[in-house]
């Protein structure tokens, strides 16, 4: 007669399938940087931003006697100068627990370390076609 112990151990699944499915609100944005911290209940918060410069509110082009139109001028911005400083467009706020921040500070470490073997490789192909040994 087999022990309970084994039973358990044959019916117990070998594998599981997770299905990957985008949700409706799913998009892809560029990432310049993050910033956020620990929240008090001890998630961490991390909002993802892109950086760009003030986009201007009107740009004026003159039209020439001949038609022609003329170069673009910022008219109207959202602060007085157009060179103030840069935005920061927060696109995203996550709020997750240690054990998946550990997940993607691996996840990340793996892919930093693909950056790296590429670049070394792109490095190498470089040398050879300029001839360096």
């Given at each position: 007669?087999?022990?309970?112990?084994?039973?358990?151990?044959q019916s117990r699944p070998q594998h599981v399938h997770f299905h990957h499915i985008?949700?409706?609100?799913y998009r892809v944005v560029h990432v310049d940087g993050g910033t956020g911290g620990l929240t008090p209940r001890g998630y961490c918060a991390l909002s993802l931003f892109n950086e760009r410069?003030?986009?201007p509110r009107v740009t004026t082009r003159d039209i020439s006697e001949s038609g022609d139109v003329g170069p673009e001028r910022v008219t109207?911005?959202?602060?007085?100068?157009?060179?103030?400083?840069?935005?920061r467009e927060i696109?995203?706020?996550?709020?997750?627990d240690e054990r998946t921040a550990i997940e993607i500070r691996d996840w990340l470490n793996k892919r930093i370390g693909e950056f790296e073997e590429a670049r070394a490789?792109?490095?190498?192909?470089e040398d050879n076609l300029n001839g360096a040994d």
């Open positions: 007669m087999a022990d309970s112990g084994d039973e358990t151990q985008k949700s409706s609100q410069k003030v986009i109207e911005t959202r602060v007085d100068d157009p060179d103030f400083g840069i935005v696109e995203i706020g996550l709020i997750f490789s792109l490095e190498g192909s």
